[in-house]
């Protein structure tokens, strides 16, 4: 009898310990989610991050980088929930089927960045060719910005290469390490997101460009350096959710509230801008609900050949 109790007693315990992970995979609070950040974005995503976990308990983890560098992380190593950039990478990863949804929520415009209270009194593009104006651009090869270049200054009567041969430009592939440069004295002008001079608007002034030298929206192409080409203005700020991530209904709902209006007063604050014809969803399931502006065939080159 005592043997047959003791069989049933491990018995129950057994079926018990079986049982258990089953409920733990239950949980009642989602732990965090990792969103993968361009740095453009990083500043005002830590903001939306905090607002989200306050009104709803869920987290949020931050992984910043350059957007190029973090879409070759998510396919080598297939973790994260969340992949927030800028053009043209929101195309280039559903084309690699890493993605699964994927919104557009805000876009970005270029500024002249120059020092505070503009010395060189810096008025447009053409003072930027002046043998007395140090200036700072991104890398024409490797930055999304700098892809523009051409044509903002083509449309301003200015040929690009012919100013980058006759005069010394510093060039970065990072705008936030050109707009750093003003900070330091090192340059009296640069040409960088108006989000990245948003954040230095104590430090630094900026000098809007004439709209008629900005790429005309879904007009002007961009030629990539795998020689295709493809629309790049507006300049869109995409999420998506990853293919990779177990958390999806919970990565889901964020992408709700960054694209609701609710997180709008915070995008514009840190100079993003906000319609409701950009403010919209371009893949369900993978599936592009709108006309992609970068061919799949763009989407299987390798990391290298993707414009950061």
């Not at 890493?98 to 270029?110: F, K, Q, R, Y």
């Not at 523009?148 to 936030?176: E, V």
């Not at 879904?218 to 030629?223: F, H, I, L």
Request: glycine share 6%; with cysteine.
């Amino acid at each position: 009898m005592s043997r047959d109790r003791n069989f049933s007693r491990a018995t129950i315990l057994f079926t018990f310990f079986l049982l258990l992970p089953a409920g733990c995979a239950k949980k009642e609070t989602a732990g965090p989610l990792l969103c993968h950040v361009g740095g453009t974005m990083r500043p005002v995503f830590e903001k939306l991050a905090e607002l989200y976990r306050q009104e709803t308990g869920q987290s949020i983890e931050i992984n910043s980088a350059d957007s190029g560098e973090l879409l070759a992380h998510i396919e080598l190593q297939a973790q994260g929930d969340l992949y927030v950039a800028h053009d043209p990478f929101l195309d280039v990863i559903m084309a690699r089927g890493l993605a699964v949804d994927g919104w557009t929520l805000a876009e970005i415009s270029p500024v002249i960045l120059v020092q505070k209270g503009n010395p060189k009194n810096i008025r447009g593009l053409q003072d930027l060719a002046r043998a007395d104006v140090q200036l700072a651009l991104t890398d024409p090869n490797a930055s999304t910005l700098g892809r523009l270049l051409p044509t903002i200054f083509a449309k301003a009567g200015m040929d690009l290469p012919t100013l980058l041969r006759t005069k010394n430009i510093i060039i970065h592939r990072s705008g936030s390490y050109v707009a750093n440069l003003l900070q330091m004295k090192s340059a009296d002008a640069a040409l960088v997101w108006g989000a990245v001079a948003i954040l230095r608007a104590k430090d630094l002034d900026s000098v809007p460009i004439v709209p008629e030298y900005l790429p005309v929206p879904y007009v002007d192409a961009v030629t990539s350096a795998t020689g295709k080409s493809y629309v790049l203005a507006p300049v869109r700020v995409t999420i998506c959710s990853l293919r990779c991530s177990d958390q999806r209904e919970q990565a889901r709902a964020f992408m709700a509230f960054v694209t609701s209006e609710r997180a709008r007063p915070l995008l514009e604050e840190y100079g993003f801008r906000v319609t409701a014809q950009l403010r919209r969803q371009e893949y369900l399931n993978g599936r592009p609900l709108t006309t992609p502006k970068v061919s799949p065939g763009q989407g299987s080159t390798s990391g290298k050949a993707v414009p950061k």
